[in-house]
């Protein structure tokens, strides 16, 4: 296929939809030939758009692009290819997609059919503020969409539920994951949607969610119609500029809503720049949010930098057997904040109560011009950790506190071997309520093996934000939990018998 429309390379040669189409001396041309041809595709079959070219849906075209014979193991495949006439500087192929419309929908009519096994390479979608880069309904399994440009669209990714499911078919949208794309630029929300083993993946999340404040964000893993979504992944993605409706961040970059299990939130950067943020500039926020009811099991928010984001960093409640370790969190905007908040808000009476969270080896600077809090774990359940966990509060506000422990000593496992350092902060607090950590250690046996001590961070200066021990002699090292410490740090690195406090093994 080869179209020379809008943005098209100078070098383009158009294909015809008359040609035969069976090689890049004979590309057929059009979009509405390359969708309507798709269907016929046998299983691992490919159709290719050639770079430099610019391909326009036109207001006739059709959207939907089904194929029932693609499967799993041998995907239909729309990716790049590099046309005769190329001299080695063209760019992906356009797709570009007036008013409202769907560049990629991938659902069939009325009842649910199953369909499966698709893969778009190498694509550049470009909208006009409105429509949607890919809507997947209807019953689709195992899509890859990969090294995608998706701009200027009202939702750039959008997987949604399915019509009643006909013979054959689970009503289930599974396994739609994007990787190593770019969203940018889509007013509603950058990702949208839920189901079984989505996954967002190694992708850049720019500018999206300007039309709304507090309800649009970069990535929404909302409720899923089926019920429970299971295992679903947001792996090594950059989020910035999350719903800048007025100039500044005003909704959370990511968040989860819903019922989820074995959700996994790891590796990302989730940041905004110092002056461009507000309060509800949330930076990770798995938590109910619907009148229904919600819940949330084993999950896991892990490795994560949030930078300069909001008043919460990184929130969760409603949570059952729930993990928060390995983050790093700075916090240098002129408004108090709390690194790590559980609960972030209050749940409703059907949603899931809270238990058996742990938060561990997380390493926390708040700036000078800020206050509040590091780490806030209470409010209900039982089993709950807090271990290893590094905190440097650079300001001055009486009414800081390293820790809010809320609940009855007796829901608390273990809270040990945790290092807060705030110097200028009098009147501060170790545990918010309860003085100072000598004063807490005397009320409660608990920390018995943490201190007020300066972990001495490599770097508290951006954009590097290096929260590592900057020597052996930082009092992190070898100073966390012998046991209940996370096993592997930030970078994947084994810890040793003696693990460090925080995120970072020296």
């Not at 029932?68 to 992906?92: F, K, N, S």
């Amino acid at each position: 296929m080869c179209d020379c429309g809008q943005d098209s390379d100078g070098d383009c040669q158009p294909g015809d939809d008359a040609a035969v189409g069976d090689g890049p001396e004979a590309a057929w041309q059009t979009y509405e030939k390359a969708r309507s041809e798709f269907a016929n595709l046998a299983a691992g079959d490919s159709i290719v758009l050639c770079r430099g070219g610019a391909f326009a849906i036109e207001p006739s075209a059709g959207t939907r692009w089904v194929n029932a014979q693609c499967l799993a193991d041998q995907p239909c495949i729309l990716r790049d290819y590099e046309p005769p006439w190329a001299t080695g500087d063209e760019g992906r192929p356009i797709v570009q997609a007036v008013g409202d419309t769907w560049a990629f929908a991938l659902e069939d009519g009325g009842d649910a059919d199953h369909e499966e096994g698709y893969v778009f390479l190498n694509l550049d979608l470009r909208g006009t503020g409105d429509g949607q880069g890919f809507f997947i309904y209807n019953d689709i399994d195992d899509v890859l969409i990969c090294n995608v440009s998706i701009d200027s669209f009202s939702l750039g990714v959008h997987v949604a539920g399915s019509n009643a499911p006909a013979q054959g078919s689970d009503g289930l949208n599974e396994r739609i994951v994007l990787r190593k794309s770019q969203i940018t630029n889509n007013g509603g929300q950058g990702w949208l949607g839920a189901c079984n083993g989505c996954a967002v993946e190694a992708c850049t999340f720019e500018n999206n969610g300007f039309a709304l404040a507090t309800f649009n964000h970069n990535i929404y893993f909302s409720g899923s119609s089926e019920g429970v979504a299971h295992d679903m992944r947001a792996v090594g993605n950059d989020l910035y500029r999350s719903a800048v409706v007025t100039g500044a961040c005003d909704g959370v970059s990511l968040v989860v809503h819903g019922q989820h299990d074995g959700l996994l939130i790891e590796g990302n950067t989730v940041r905004e720049d110092v002056g461009a943020a507000t309060g509800g500039c949330w930076g990770i926020a798995v938590d109910t949010g619907y009148g229904e009811a919600e819940l949330f099991r084993n999950v896991t928010i892990a490795g994560n930098r949030v930078i300069n984001v909001g008043n919460v960093a990184i929130g969760l409640n409603a949570c059952e057997n729930c993990v928060i370790e390995n983050n790093v969190v700075v916090h240098e905007q002129d408004f108090n904040t709390t690194a790590i908040a559980v609960p972030n808000r209050a749940r409703g009476d059907d949603d899931l109560p809270m238990t058996g969270v742990t938060i561990r080896n997380n390493s926390v600077f708040i700036g000078a011009a800020s206050g509040g809090r590091g780490v806030a774990l209470g409010g209900e359940g039982a089993d709950h950790l807090l271990v290893s966990n590094a905190v440097h509060y650079a300001g001055t506000s009486g009414g800081w506190s390293c820790f809010r422990l809320d609940l009855a000593l007796s829901a608390y496992a273990a809270v040990d071997h945790n290092l807060c350092f705030f110097p200028g902060a009098g009147g501060g607090e170790w545990i918010e309520g309860q003085g100072d950590l000598g004063a807490w250690q005397a009320s409660s046996s608990l920390d018995g093996s943490s201190a007020v001590a300066d972990p001495a961070f490599a770097s508290v200066s951006g954009p590097s934000y290096d929260l590592s021990a900057s020597t052996a002699a930082s009092p992190m090292v070898d100073a966390g939990h012998p046991i209940l410490s996370a096993s592997l740090d930030i970078t994947g690195a084994q810890r040793d018998a003696n693990p460090d406090v925080g995120a970072y093994e020296h």
